[in-house]
């Protein structure tokens, strides 16, 4: 049976996630790669995108952490298929990790699609974390 936690600590938990993105010299960065996605924190694959949070990354945790604007990226560096992502802090830490699908799949970030070519604009619409069983 999977763990579950009670309201307040889903929501501590988000709201640290929240409080690692905020504040610094720079705004944290989404990073969407493509390849096998490493252990929590591992080395990297290939950068097909990264997104500027704004100032102010998140909106206030309560069973959700909904991001507040995201500013895309003009030129993808890579051309490759999107299937995991990073949050990093403003100094460039690791955050968290997470999957990324098509509208529709099941990963954590949903593109519109997950061919992403050199050169080309990515936008991010909306990007929602769920506490573990809310």
């Known amino acids: 049976m999977a763990l579950s936690y009670s309201t307040t600590i889903r929501t501590n938990r988000l709201t640290q996630v929240s409080n690692a993105t905020s504040g610094g010299s720079t705004a944290a960065k989404l990073r969407i790669y493509s390849g096998t996605r490493p252990a929590t924190g591992g080395t ?4 097909l995108a990264e997104l500027t949070f704004s100032t102010t990354p998140f909106s206030n945790a309560s069973q959700t952490l909904t ?3 995201i500013t895309g990226t003009t030129s993808a560096p890579a051309t490759g298929t999107a299937t995991w992502g990073r949050v990093v802090d403003s100094s460039t830490t690791f955050v968290m990790d997470f999957d990324v699908s098509s509208t529709g799949g099941s990963g954590d970030l949903k593109l519109s699609s997950v061919a992403i070519s050199s050169g080309q604009s990515v936008d991010c ?10």
């Open 44 to 47: 990297v694959t290939t950068l």
């Open 67 to 69: 991001a507040n604007t």
């Open 125 to 134: 619409s909306s990007f929602v974390i769920t506490a573990g069983n809310a």
